[in-house]
Structure formats: C-alpha cells, structure tokens
T-cell receptor, first 111, second 115 residues
Framework: EDQVTQSPEALRLQEGESSSLNCSYTVSGLRGLFWYRQDPGKGPEFLFTLYSAGEEKEKERLKATLTKKESFLHITAPKPEDSATYLC????????????FGRGTSLIVHP | DSGVTQTPKHLITATGQRVTLRCSPR?????VYWYQQSLDQGLQFLIQ???????AKGNILERFSAQQFPDLHSELNLSSLELGDSALYFC??????????????FGPGTRLLVL
C-alpha cells in the first residue's frame, strides 16, 4: 500500500527564518510527486511536480527536491504570506493512477 | 485561479436530504476527480471520471454517486445526508488519466454543512 508521511505536522517560523518540510513516501514505483499549497477553506494550489530522484524545482522562495525515499520543500526567507498548509502527494507507477496525499504540514510565518 | 470551477461555494442542508455539487474542469481537461476533505481525515479521493466514463473509485459511500456529462462537467450527488458528511468537497481536473500530464488542478471547493 502506498504511504505518504509529512513532517512536521505544524511549523512556526519567524519571518526570514528558512526551513524545510519533509515528505517521506513508500510506493512500488514512483511516477510523480506533487506539492500543493492550501489556504484555509480553499482548494489546493499546484506548486511543483517532480518525476525522478535528483530533480529540483524552484518558485520564488520555494524549492522542491526529490530523492528515492523523500522530498523536501525548502522555504528560504519566508514571509507571512507563505503561511498555509503544504500538501505532498505521490503517484505510483501502474495501478489506478490516483495520487496518495499526505496529511500536510501547517506552516505559520510570524512577522 | 486554477481554471476549475465549482458551484455552489456553500451549501447548508438537513440530515436525510439530497444535494448535487457541480464541477467544470479546466478547458481541454478530460479527467475529473472528486475529493472529500474533513478536519480529521485529510484529503480523501472519492471517484474519477475520464471523458464520461468512470475510471477509478476510492472511499466513496453507496449514498454518493457521480457522473460526467458530454460537455465534460461533472456532478457529485450526495443523498440521505448525515452529519458526518459535512466537509469540503473538491473537484480536480487533469488533461488525461494516464500519460505525462497527470498533474491535478483543484477547484475552490464546496463547503457542505449538514444540520
């Protein structure tokens, strides 16, 4: 069974304090790993798709990296507007092609 | 704005009632997915349609059903509603159900409250 574990569950940072969110996964074969940002009461907003170990993608203060067992979402010099829940999802090769979502990391950035 | 639209934004109803949630996918996307999100369960996959046909089922209750119409919009029907059905319901779309473009784009959601 595919599993996705995100840590920490919650993270509080001061503005400008860089940190990383972790997404550990267990799948029979990885087809893709997705990061989403979700604001309270709103739909998940797509951030990145990573396909193979060693791949990295960046967007503003966010950088996502991928290894064979986990992905990190690095947040550099975060701002209060980066406060949100960050969701990770994995798509396994074969099967139904339905992604398995983690429970998310709730990030709060204090000014 | 993801390009996926959902109506209504909010829905308040009573136990035992039936409601219909509507979703229009991004232009050109053939796959539609429905998810339920509650505080204690996270994002749970319900069902997928691809070009009008059901492709995958998740933890969808028998009281729930969905369909995708020729114009590719989809409806999720929830019947015999219970208090525990109160949640956010999201629709997502992707270009295809298999292949390189599997990234799902989510709509703004419908918040359902069953009283």
């Amino acid at each position: 069974e595919d599993q996705v574990t995100q840590s920490p569950e919650a993270l509080r940072l001061q503005e400008g304090e860089s940190s990383s969110l972790n997404c550990s996964y267990t799948v029979s074969g990885l087809r893709g790993l997705f990061w989403y940002r979700q604001d309270p009461g709103k739909g998940p907003e797509f951030l990145f798709t990573l396909y193979s170990a060693g791949e990295e993608k960046e967007k503003e203060r966010l950088k996502a990296t991928l290894t064979k067992k986990e992905s990190f979402l690095h947040i550099t010099a975060p701002k209060p507007e980066d406060s949100a829940t960050y969701l990770c999802a994995v798509l396994a090769a074969g099967g139904s092609y339905i992604p398995t979502f983690g429970r998310g990391t709730s990030l709060i950035v204090h000014p | 704005d993801s390009g996926v639209t959902q109506t209504p934004k909010h829905l308040i109803t009573a136990t035992g009632q039936r409601v219909t949630l509507r979703c229009s996918p991004r232009s050109g996307d053939l796959s539609v997915y429905w998810y339920q999100q509650s505080l204690d369960q996270g994002l749970q996959f319900l069902i997928q349609y691809y070009n009008g046909e059901e492709r995958a089922k998740g933890n969808i209750l028998e009281r729930f059903s969905a369909q995708q119409f020729p114009d590719l919009h989809s409806e999720l029907n929830l019947s015999s509603l219970e208090l525990g059905d109160s949640a956010l319901y999201f629709c997502a779309s992707s270009p295809r159900d298999r292949g390189a473009q599997e990234t799902q784009y989510f709509g703004p959601g419908t918040r359902l409250l069953v009283l």
